[in-house]
């Protein structure tokens, strides 16, 4: 059976009145991200994982923000379209392991339901899905609240 690992990463600015959304689930928050699509940056960084373990480039190369149809586009259906990639390859998800970099507010109480809609727009198990959050102990960027990073780790097996 062949293994291939991918990894992905995103950042977004933090901005005064706008939407928060994290792993397909909006959080209430004074500040949100400022992005082209919906500014998922955990469903960003699992998309580029994905893609990229099936060496199939990034997700701005499948979906530019210089592309006005991608204007607030949902990443959970990015998410969903760039795994139809990977699996026309012939490729299932193993596992993925993600982590959120956000200083406030506190997203612990979100992760489960993060889990779900990651799954669900997967048509995986939440057993394959770990997402986790940590705090920059208020140091750089993202200690000052002036934006937000996810990292990801995916393996897929060919089917």
């Known amino acids: 059976m062949q293994i291939r690992t991918g990894f992905g ?4 600015r933090l901005a005064e009145g706008e939407s928060l959304i994290l792993g397909g689930v909006k959080i209430e928050h004074h500040k949100g991200t400022i992005a082209h699509s919906d500014g998922d940056v955990l469903l960003h960084a699992i998309s580029d994982a994905i893609l990229g373990a099936a060496a199939l480039k990034d997700i701005g190369t499948h979906f530019p923000d210089t592309d006005p149809k991608y204007k607030n586009a ?4 990015l998410l969903k379209l760039s ?9 299932r998800l193993g596992n993925l ?7 406030q507010p506190k997203i ?7 889990c779900f809609r990651i799954a ?12 986790k959050a940590t ?3 208020k140091l750089g960027f993202v200690g000052r609240e002036e934006g937000v990073e996810a990292y990801a780790s995916v393996i897929i097996q060919a089917i």
Request: proline content about 4%.
């Open 83 to 91: 795994y139809d990639l990977v699996k026309k390859k012939g490729y």
């Open 97 to 103: 392991d993600a982590t959120i970099a956000l200083q």
């Open 135 to 137: 705090t920059t102990e």
């Open 9 to 12: 990463y995103d950042v977004h």
């Open 120 to 131: 669900e727009a997967l048509g995986e198990p939440t057993e394959k899905i770990s997402v």
């Open 108 to 114: 612990k109480p979100f992760i489960d339901q993060m």
């Open 74 to 77: 949902d990443s959970l259906d």
